[in-house]
């Protein structure tokens, strides 16, 4: 069983980026495809996108196409998550998911998560 810590959360500026970081532990990192979601206060939990296990294969919402990045490193096993031009509609707790079964689009597919990080965007 994987367990999954995020960071690199924090306040930005609209228009600024971040680095989201996921390191996982426990299991084999390298079986598992991962995903990252959003969730802002009120709404529900939205899919970023999901990246397959070999790295090889990425999904993005159409909302954050060309400006967001999923990457991993399975030696380190981490994933990552490369955001620019962030908007203060993007304000959320980040999550990362992880499921060794099918590369999923929703909350519902993934077995794993970690206990998210907050990424703020000031306007």
């Known amino acids: 069983q994987v367990q999954l810590v995020e960071s690199g959360g924090g306040l930005v500026q609209a228009g600024g980026s971040l680095r989201l970081s996921c390191a996982a532990s426990?299991?084999?990192?390298?079986?598992?495809?991962m995903a990252w979601f959003r969730q802002a206060p009120g709404k529900e939990r939205e899919f970023v996108g999901v990246?397959?296990?070999?790295?090889?294969?990425?999904v993005y919402a159409d909302s954050v196409k060309g400006r967001f990045t999923i990457s991993r490193d399975n030696a380190k096993g981490t994933l990552y998550l490369e955001m620019n031009s962030l908007k203060p509609e993007e304000t959320a707790v980040y999550y990362c998911?992880?499921?060794?079964?099918?590369?999923?689009?929703?909350?519902?597919?993934?077995?794993?998560w970690g206990q998210g990080t907050q990424v703020t965007v000031s306007s």
């Open positions: 426990g299991g084999t990192f390298s079986s598992y495809h």
């Open positions: 990246v397959s296990w070999n790295g090889i294969n990425t």
């Open positions: 998911a992880a499921n060794n079964k099918w590369i999923g689009y929703t909350a519902s597919s993934y077995d794993y």
